[in-house]
């Protein structure tokens, strides 16, 4: 199986890609990741959907509400960033914009006066790292090596610092088997008490939401997609009668059911 994910070798979608094949490729935006997996070019796609310090990655909700894909599974790995470089000498500090929001108190903290730069990796910050001597990186520890150190290490904000992956796979590897269920919602419509209506479904059938978030839908301001998590699998009879109702609220609009699934552990 050929697994693609967030490039270049290192990076933390990379560690978590390990857990679901040995075959790995390489793109540089999570909307790449999940258009190449649409598409079928790749068995499964592994991106980055929720921090436990910085919040959900906007990139991939919008990613997954825009294509027809699958999600079958869910890892979470923990997050230990380390701030590398050839020497103490650095003026700049790059790493991907949620590593540096994760390491926020420590670097305002150490140092005040450093540039700091979003890339499109923690792993390709380390790149940068070694090809210039005034520049540190935010990455695993593991990318230390061919002239890079580790200068800090568990530099995060809180050491509970983890983040959820979803493997998303081609729509045809949907399945209703799992703990799990991951859902799309655009209403289309704006009305006080809409919100309400839309999760009364599942609190009268005792099922729990483990996340809720909303997305501007990009038709026109004010209006939105829901992205829900809940509790249960769609081979459930309860989940079933929600979703019936809950597309019943959204017949102006849609409700996507991206498939159910089972969390894994990546601890390494």
């Known amino acids: 199986m050929t697994v693609v994910t967030l490039g270049p070798e290192g990076t933390y979608s990379h560690r978590a890609a390990k ?20 598409s079928g070019e790749y ?28 999600i079958v599974s869910e890892i979470v790995t923990p997050i230990n960033h380390a701030l590398l470089a050839q ?9 991907h914009s949620q590593a540096l929001a994760q390491c926020r108190s420590y670097l305002e903290t150490t140092y005040p006066d450093a540039t700091l ?15 210039d001597p005034s520049m540190a990186g935010i990455a695993h520890p593991d990318n230390a090596g061919d002239g890079i150190e580790v200068i800090a290490d568990d530099i995060q904000e809180q050491s ?13 590897d949907r399945s209703p ?10 209403p289309d419509v704006d009305y006080p008490g809409l919100l309400l209506e839309l999760l009364e479904p599942f609190a009268d059938r005792n099922i729990n939401l483990t996340r809720l978030e909303s997305r501007p839908s990009g038709e026109r301001l004010g209006d939105y997609v829901f992205h ?41």
């Open 177 to 186: 088997g799992g703990g799990k269920t991951s859902i799309v919602a655009y």
């Open 87 to 95: 020497g103490e000498d650095f003026e700049t500090i790059a790493s």
């Open 228 to 268: 829900i998590d809940i509790e249960a699998g769609l081979y459930e009879s309860r989940t079933e009668e929600a979703l019936a109702e809950l597309e019943e609220l959204a017949e102006n609009g849609w409700v996507r059911r991206l498939g159910s699934y089972d969390t894994q552990h990546v601890v390494e």
């Open 43 to 70: 068995d499964r796609g592994i991106i980055p959907i929720e921090n436990s310090i910085e919040g959900s990655v906007t990139e991939s909700l919008d990613a997954i509400a825009e294509y027809e894909i699958a």
């Open 19 to 38: 857990a679901i094949g040995d075959d790995i490729d390489f793109r540089q935006s999570v909307t790449a990741i999940v258009d190449a997996v649409a």
């Open 160 to 172: 509970s610092n983890a983040t959820r992956f979803f493997a998303v796979a081609p729509a045809a």
């Open 117 to 131: 730069e979003a890339v499109a990796s923690t792993a390709q910050s380390v790149e940068y790292a070694r090809e």
